[in-house]
């Protein structure tokens, strides 16, 4: 009898240093992740491309995590500050950035103490169609007048952040085509459309949904985008490639994490997210956006980063 009690009783003991440790259902509390808030940091301020991507899905996904969702703004640097700050981050799942070709662009640019292959992959989610739009009062009534137009006359144009993917297309459109662009430096898409909206600049190139609001209100006018194919949300607008130009960018969103997050955890927010994508809320939301579904699993999000990474280093030689 007495020596049935003392094994329970040891029994007892390794239950409960099991469970402080956070062991027998994964490492760092992945057994019972998510059972706080989760928060989303974006690169940029409020109002740019990012953090539209990140409050629309912030909502969804707290319902499907069953946890808060809320977005950090970590701007400047490109994507550098985001990056530096998420990385060092503990890679319990409850920091997680909103992760975009930005991130594969900066480090290719500037000297960086992390790039893209210091953070884990959860999610791709979607791709934002990139557009080029002018003010609603412009002479500029399509996109061949203003390519046209550009052959002898000087036009600024906005670009947010230096290094960013909008900058990558607007300087290859300039080696190629020598069109007389005068690029003028924003922090991020938000503050492009303030200059446009204010006369500060002519052109600006941004994602679709970050001018939405502006295109609904006859503020802003788009002339052309960049996908690869004409975008289902905006089957009127035609794109440069199909205009004769060599100049295309399918611009992704997605979900990313610190190093060396637990597998369980990954499963967890891959889940949700596939649940997010499905949702007809979110789907409804993309679609007033402009923005296309493109949902992919952590493993394949991974693979499609790495030939992303690759394009921008041979575009950028």
């Not at 003991?13 to 992945?30: E, K, Q, T, Y």
């Not at 491309?49 to 996904?61: K, S």
């Amino acid at each position: 009898m007495f020596k049935r009690k003392m094994l329970a009783g040891i029994g007892l003991m390794s239950l409960s240093l099991l469970s402080a440790c956070g062991g027998g259902g994964g490492s760092n509390g992945a057994s019972n992740f998510p059972n706080k808030t989760v928060s989303v940091v974006v690169h940029t301020e409020p109002g740019g491309g990012a953090d539209l991507f990140a409050r629309t899905l912030a909502p969804v996904l707290s319902k499907k995590l069953g946890a808060s969702v809320v977005v950090v703004n970590k701007s400047g640097g490109s994507s550098t500050n985001a990056l530096n700050y998420v990385v060092r981050q503990k890679p319990d799942g409850y920091t997680l950035v909103a992760m975009t070709d930005t991130f594969l662009v900066n480090p290719l640019l500037n000297k960086t103490q992390f790039d893209y292959t210091d953070m884990t992959p959860v999610s791709r989610m979607l791709i934002d169609p990139m557009v080029v739009y002018v003010r609603a009062d412009s002479k500029l009534q399509s996109l061949e007048e203003m390519m046209t137009e550009l052959k002898t006359h000087h036009m600024k144009w906005g670009v947010p952040q230096a290094g960013s993917v909008e900058s990558i297309v607007i300087t290859a459109l300039i080696q190629k085509y020598h069109p007389k662009i005068d690029v003028a430096t924003y922090e991020d898409g938000g503050q492009s459309l303030l200059g446009v909206l204010s006369g500060d600049i002519a052109v600006s190139v941004a994602e679709a949904a970050e001018v939405i609001a502006q295109v609904e209100a006859k503020k802003v006018r788009i002339l052309g985008t960049f996908t690869s194919e004409r975008s289902p949300a905006l089957p009127d607008v035609p794109t440069f490639k199909e205009r004769g130009y060599d100049a295309v960018i399918d611009k992704f969103r997605g979900i990313s994490g610190p190093p060396d997050m637990p597998a369980a955890v990954v499963k967890t927010l891959q889940s949700a997210l596939k649940s997010v994508s499905a949702d007809d809320g979110y789907q409804k939301s993309l679609a007033h956006n402009m923005q296309i579904p493109g949902y992919m699993p952590s493993n394949e999000f991974g693979e499609f980063i790495k030939s992303q990474a690759s394009f921008y280093k041979q575009s950028l030689k």
